[in-house]
Nanobody
Framework: QVQLVESGGGLVQAGDSLRLSCAAS????????MGWFRQAPGKEREFVVA????????FYADSAKGRFTISRDNAKNTVYLQMNSLKPEDTAVYYC?????????????????WGQGTQVTVSS
């Protein structure tokens, strides 16, 4: 069992930066790939970025490339999402998720555990 708790969301202006954190419980964190998803009102949850268990590889959605950076610290059981140059269209609830197996990092069905989400609001 892995429990995930996101933090770091908030209200910012367009062009600002935010860093989200996702703290995981359990000793098996380093066995899981981690992903970030987001869900805007009235829209489906969408993939943002994923990182493999060791952090050696990352995978970004086109919307995140060049602006967002995922990283992880396995000693702290934490994964981060650095978001720069934020846009109003980045407004959403951001979720972190843990995946034991690679079944493609984009689909939500790949992920076994989910956090409760943190709200990010970007004003224009």
């Amino acid at each position: 069992q892995v429990q995930l708790v996101e933090s770091g969301g908030g209200l910012v202006q367009a062009g600002d930066s935010l860093r989200l954190s996702c703290a995981a419980s359990g000793r098996t964190f380093r066995s899981y790939a981690m992903g970030w998803f987001r869900q805007a009102p009235g829209k489906e949850r969408e993939f943002v970025v994923a990182i493999t268990p060791t952090g050696a590889s990352t995978f970004y959605a086109d919307s995140a490339k060049g602006r967002f950076t995922i990283s992880r610290d396995n000693a702290k059981n934490t994964v981060y999402l650095q978001m720069n140059s934020l846009k109003p269209e980045d407004t959403a609830v951001y979720y972190c998720a843990a995946a034991r197996f690679d079944m493609g990092w984009g689909p939500t069905r790949t992920y076994d555990y989910w956090g409760q989400g943190t709200q990010v609001t970007v004003s224009s």
